[in-house]
């Protein structure tokens, strides 16, 4: 992918809004599954910065460039519709309609107010807001921006079964209308793949290029490679201006060399820290969120030896969580119990057992290949682990580790027999059962596991259809141990991160979510 670099010159003049009705369809064809209950999330004890760390400098001061080294290069030329959405996001170089708030609540970012119209529609209220590459912020671009997005293949997983019409409805208003009630749709639209880009970033069929296109404090005006961007400050930021005047990113996948460019100066800020390597930081340049990410064993459930559920059974059983835990974590995770971990803070109480498990066969020495990336240095670790206890379960195992860009397609067309991935449930919309939909259905966009089970499916389809809360967060459990139940998944770890921090530092965005990092009040 080209990117380019586009004109600093910047307009703060006002153009009026784009007259007429652009109607946008929007959402996947392949299945009419309804998303229509509250996002229920967890109050979560997060780090995000104080609201006044949080707000940009008005007065137009200039500050110094700020260093981040990030754990995963762009695996999708930094397209907002993948993986590469958090790295957008957590730069502070796109943003939704709406934001996820520290209890995990959608709150205002491009649209200041909303409100519920009936049973289907909802109607949003756009602040007065500049793309960076001078263009207004209209209904109609936003409207349009979110039509690209469910044209993506495969479509966001905040869009997983969700069919929707968007349109301006006069001045700065846009009307979304669901095919059926849907109260979570503002929760939805917080997802960074959700991200509004203006007209110019769609200009190139086949592609996206948020270089210049985005709405946020930081505007990205080049990528070198895999291996770093140069962000500037977006003078006309509705938020005011950034308290430092850009960003100099390096994607750093090895997780020691990430720690020494901290601990030697090269950096201020370095995500990611191996729990091997933060003892080795002094104690105030450590920063530990707990989050709703878990690690987990997919085993390809269409192809090879774990297509046959009593060897998925045997795996699972062959599987010690907690050697895992006390030992690759160093007590930085808990045990896997579930899909959803203790930060889930409703989940335990919850949780069903699986039923209808296969019993379990002896292996026999049969081979499969065990596969996972080197961005997140503990994975590689426990997968060795994995393989240890998997071979004297009395499989013959074959281990594969790359760079996360350099194996995502792979895993994704189940070119691997097990999947070592951490993936943070929360981070698509939000919503518990968004996961569960996109990661275990049969047309789920990330179904690492290549799952179809009817039963799977039915259960998902309830949660996605229960609004009262209790009741959802009820359906959500009761298909989570469905998936359980077939042995697809087995849930490894539950999640601590650590970030490196630079002394000076302040400001930054640390969520239990994942999605943010740095925003218009980080500063140093």
């Not at 707000?55 to 990030?70: C, H, I, K, Y």
């Amino acid at each position: 992918m080209r990117f380019r670099r586009t004109s600093t010159r910047r307009t703060s003049t006002r153009r009026s809004s784009t007259s007429g009705r652009t109607r946008t369809r929007i959402g996947p064809v392949r299945r009419p599954r309804l998303l229509l209950g509250l996002a229920l999330v967890p109050l979560l004890t997060s780090c995000f910065a104080s609201a006044g760390e949080e707000s940009g400098d008005a007065t137009g001061e200039s500050g110094s460039r700020l260093r981040v080294a990030l754990a995963f290069p762009p695996a999708e030329n930094l397209s907002p519709y993948g993986a590469d959405a958090t790295i957008l996001s957590r730069l502070g170089v796109t943003e939704g309609l709406t934001s996820l708030d520290a209890n995990g609540s959608a709150a205002p970012a491009l649209a200041r107010s909303w409100q519920r119209e009936g049973d289907r529609g909802w109607l949003f209220t756009l602040r007065e807001a500049t793309f960076q590459d001078g263009t207004e912020v209209t209904p109609a671009r936003v409207a349009a921006a979110l039509d690209h997005a469910a044209e993506a293949k495969p479509a966001p997983a905040a869009l997983s079964g969700v069919t929707l019409t968007a349109e301006s409805a006069g001045g700065d208003r846009l009307r979304i209308t669901t095919n059926s009630p849907d109260p979570v749709l503002p929760l939805r639209l917080a997802g960074p793949a959700l991200a509004v880009l203006s007209p110019k970033a769609y200009e190139e069929k086949g592609r996206v290029d948020p270089v210049g296109t985005a709405t946020g404090p930081f505007e990205l005006t080049k990528v070198t490679g895999s291996t770093a961007a140069t962000l500037d400050r977006f003078d006309d930021y509705w938020g005011g201006l950034a308290r430092v005047s850009g960003i100099d990113a390096r994607f750093i996948a090895d997780g020691t060399a990430r720690t020494n460019a901290l601990r030697t100066g090269q950096v201020d800020v370095a995500e990611a820290i191996p729990v091997a390597q933060a003892a080795t930081l002094d104690a105030g340049t450590r920063r530990e969120t707990a989050t709703t990410r878990t690690t987990s064993l997919q085993l390809n459930t269409r192809t090879g030896p774990f297509k046959d559920p009593e060897l998925r059974a045997a795996a699972r059983e062959a599987v010690d969580t907690s050697a895992l835990a006390k030992g690759v974590y160093e007590g930085h995770a808990d045990a896997g119990t579930g899909i959803y971990g203790p930060a889930v803070t409703w989940a335990a109480g919850k949780r069903e057992q699986p039923a209808g498990r296969a019993e379990p066969v002896a292996p026999g020495g049969r081979t499969i290949t065990l596969a996972t990336y080197d961005n997140r240095p503990e994975l590689p670790e426990a997968a060795q682990v994995l393989k240890q206890q998997l071979e004297k379960a009395g499989f013959k195992v074959e281990l594969e580790v790359r760079e996360y860009s350099r194996i995502e397609s792979d895993a994704l067309a189940g070119k691997f027999d097990a999947f070592v991935v951490a993936r943070n449930t929360l981070v698509d919309t939000g919503d518990p059962v968004a996961v569960l939909a996109s990661d275990y259905t049969c047309d789920g966009g990330y179904n690492l596991a290549l799952l179809c089970d009817k039963d799977v499916d039915r259960a998902v389809a309830k949660a996605e259809g229960t609004a009262d809360t209790s009741a959802r967060r009820s359906a959500a459990m009761t298909a989570e141990a469905e998936i359980l139940g077939t042995d697809a998944v087995v849930p490894l770890v539950h999640q601590r991160v650590v970030t490196g921090v630079g002394a000076s530092v302040r400001g930054l965005l640390l969520d239990p979510y994942e999605r943010t990092l740095v925003g218009p009040g980080t500063r140093r």
